[in-house]
């Protein structure tokens, strides 16, 4: 049986991948990707919907203060026209709690809804049921949300103190998970490595297992109420940890037959091209393994910068198109003309496109086969001479000097060039 899902991208190209449901486990895709996706429950965050065989959805975070309603409503509106999906707030107070209210209020008002997620750590009830009003998710961090004070001289932990603690997470938890539960809203299960339990880290050690066995405490507690409205997070900042954890998740979850949605990131990456890399070796990995259901790329830089990384990765991947795909050899003896500055050119001129995979080769010994996927090809067949290419088929050949704009009236032509 085939199904088919529309992958949408905040207005960009819609691409409709289908899917092989053969395997239980796994929604195969044949057009479009050949990335196999864990089937996971759908869960609503305001008018997107995380998992359930829905595209990767983009989430950052503002750096904004929260009673700042103006600075956050700006920022947040920033965020949504550059792509990103969700977008989550911090509130370490109740007054910051409160504030969420009228950031709602003035987004809808002045600009549309936003899906908001929450972000309570420390003792955070109060702060969870009051945020719980105003936003579509609340995310919680089972390390922080019942703080236990590190006891230095502590060298074990009985099996009644561990018992206690979680006795008292979920009588905190408890007024959390029915509030969201009687509203239709969701929670993040969010775990840091950095952040673990003691109690969890005497019994498990600081490993994958304790973020595990983290995410499973608070995931039962929901189950028990009748919540499974929920994204589990396994986080850390080192990439080998955050990929065991996940993969290790996900093992634990089918064979509890749990299929709750993932969100992936590399907490606190760093900045600059080693931060994007890192947060690419991570996020990447466990998509190309059909883990993740939600990313965020987690950058020491504007998180305006976050969004072009997210979309990148998934472009690459072929889990979302969203610009255009070009294709480019790296140059050798045989190019015909400078193929750096002519795929900057090509890129100029056509950046604001969507959908389309544009080759630039510099010669024809690897060319028709490097771009045969390729919507679009400009081949240096010889020189002063550019080859231009409807897939495999030669359309026209033209002077060097024309070649760009030859390219972009070859795509008018075809009727898929729009204005920038």
């Known amino acids: 049986m085939t199904t088919s899902s529309p992958l949408r991208s905040n207005g960009n190209a819609m691409q409709i991948l289908s899917y092989s449901t053969s395997n239980p486990s796994f929604n195969q895709s044949f057009t479009g990707t050949i990335i196999p996706h864990r089937k996971t429950r759908p869960v609503s965050v305001g008018n997107v919907t995380i998992g359930g065989g829905s595209p990767v959805i983009v989430q950052s975070m503002i750096n904004e203060d929260t009673l700042d309603v103006a600075g956050a409503v700006s920022a947040i509106r920033r965020l949504h026209k550059l792509g990103c999906e969700i977008v989550r707030v911090t509130v370490p107070s109740l007054a910051h709690a409160k504030a969420v209210a009228p950031i709602k209020r003035e987004l809808t008002k002045t600009y549309q809804k936003v899906p908001l997620v929450a972000d309570v750590h420390h003792n955070g009830m109060k702060i969870a049921l009051e945020v719980a009003k105003h936003v579509d998710k609340v995310r919680i961090n089972p390390g922080l949300y019942v703080f236990e004070k590190p006891n230095p001289l502590r060298t074990e932990y009985t099996q009644a103190e561990f018992d206690e603690i979680g006795e008292k997470i979920r009588e905190t938890l408890e007024p959390l998970v029915v509030s969201l539960r009687e509203q239709g809203k969701a929670m993040r299960i969010g775990v840091n490595h950095g952040s673990l339990a003691e109690r969890m880290l005497f019994t498990y050690g600081d490993t994958p297992e304790g973020m595990v066995q983290s995410a499973l405490e608070f995931i039962r507690i929901c189950e028990s109420l009748d919540f499974r409205n929920l994204i589990i997070s396994l986080k850390a900042s080192r990439v080998p940890v955050m990929l065991a954890a996940n993969r290790l998740m996900v093992k634990c979850m089918d064979e509890l037959v749990m299929d709750y949605p993932?969100?992936?990131?590399?907490?606190?990456?760093?900045?600059?091209?080693?931060?994007?890399i890192k947060s690419t070796a991570g996020i990447a990995t466990l998509l190309a393994d059909g883990i993740g259901d939600t990313i965020r790329v987690s950058l020491t830089e504007a998180p305006e910068k976050e969004i072009p990384v997210c979309?990148?990765?998934?472009?690459?991947?072929?889990?979302?198109?969203?610009?255009?795909?070009?294709?480019?050899?790296?140059?050798?003896?045989?190019?015909?003309?400078?193929?750096?500055?002519v795929l900057h050119q090509v890129r100029e001129a056509t950046k604001h496109l969507t959908g389309l995979n544009i080759a630039v080769m510099g010669c024809i010994v690897n060319g028709l086969g490097e771009m045969a996927d390729a919507d679009y090809g400009y081949v240096g067949k010889q020189p002063g001479y550019i080859s231009l290419y409807r897939r495999r088929e030669e359309i026209k050949k033209v002077p060097e000097s024309k070649g760009v704009e030859e390219l972009i009236n070859l795509i008018k032509a075809d009727g898929r060039w729009v204005e920038p």
């Open 262 to 276: 993932l969100h992936l990131g590399v907490t606190e990456a760093g900045d600059g091209e080693y931060g994007r």
């Open 311 to 341: 979309y990148g990765i998934l472009q690459a991947l072929g889990l979302r198109r969203t610009m255009v795909e070009y294709i480019a050899c790296p140059s050798c003896g045989r190019t015909l003309f400078n193929l750096e500055n």
